[in-house]
């Protein structure tokens, strides 16, 4: 059974930065891709980032280029995404992705306000 469990919300001020975590189970997790979507509130959920399963080719919603990182630890199951110079923009809930089984985690908030 596929399990997806994020981590690491929280509130931060604007320019603040925070490392979002999701541990995964219940699949072979280094052959497959891996992704990180957000939906803020009233939106409909939106990509924000992709790694491929070795990590070495990545992908990143254009409101985000420059700013976050996704990568990912084999040996662990887990992928990441940090995230610098957050802006309010950026307030949403973060979920992790498995696309092979479309399957989704629970979630986790993430506030940037003064």
């Known amino acids: 059974q596929v399990q997806l469990v994020e981590s690491g919300g929280g509130l931060v001020q604007p320019g603040g930065s925070l490392t979002l975590s999701c541990a995964a189970s219940?699949?072979?997790?280094?052959?497959?891709?891996m992704n990180w979507y957000r939906q803020a509130p009233g939106k409909e959920r939106e990509f924000v980032a992709a790694?491929?399963?070795?990590?070495?080719?990545?992908d990143y919603a254009d409101s985000v280029k420059g700013r976050f990182t996704i990568f990912r630890d084999n040996a662990k199951s887990m992928v990441y995404l940090q995230m610098n110079n957050l802006k309010p923009e950026d307030t949403a809930t973060y979920y992790c992705?498995?696309?092979?089984?479309?399957?989704w985690g629970q979630g986790t908030e993430v506030t940037v306000s003064s």
């Open positions: 992705y498995l696309p092979t089984r479309a399957s």
């Open positions: 790694i491929s399963n070795t990590g070495g080719d990545t």
């Open positions: 219940g699949f072979t997790f280094d052959i497959n891709r």
